[in-house]
């Protein structure tokens, strides 16, 4: 499949995905079995469409970090534990999180690209999740 099959695929199974998510109330584990793959392919689209070639270095760890920011909500749901927001958002889905892991990719040239990766992908996390989720992003509102 061309480059642009794939991605106009990924972009069908994203809206599928969101328009099931949409239409009722569903239990927590099928919201999560929804959302997740949705996130990664939204990743996927954005990072294959913007990430200059010289970047691409980045693009596993984006990935990576676009699905497992949700780790976060693992506390909060099976022991009631965790800094959460007044909308139930864990205070780590926020952009002071993407801050935190741009300036530790400075701490040294080993890091740099698995942390900047990261940085990049808990940033298309909450582009794709602040279009659904009322609040401020700095406070994971």
Known sequence: MTRGLTAVAALAVVLTLDTVAAARPWPLVVVGVLDEPAHLLT???????LLPERHRDL???ALL?????DLDHVPLYLWGVGA???????????????VV???????????RTPL???ALGVLVHLARTSRR?????FSGR
């Open 43 to 49: 990743a996927w689209l954005l990072l294959t469409a």
């Open 65 to 69: 970090a676009a699905v497992l920011i």
């Open 133 to 137: 989720v009322r609040g401020c992003l």
């Open 84 to 98: 959460v927001t007044e909308f139930g958002r864990p205070v780590t889905h926020s952009l002071s999180l993407v």
């Open 101 to 111: 892991l741009l300036a530790l990719s400075w701490t040294g040239r080993r890091l």
């Open 116 to 118: 900047g990766g990261l």
């Open 59 to 61: 693009f596993p760890w």
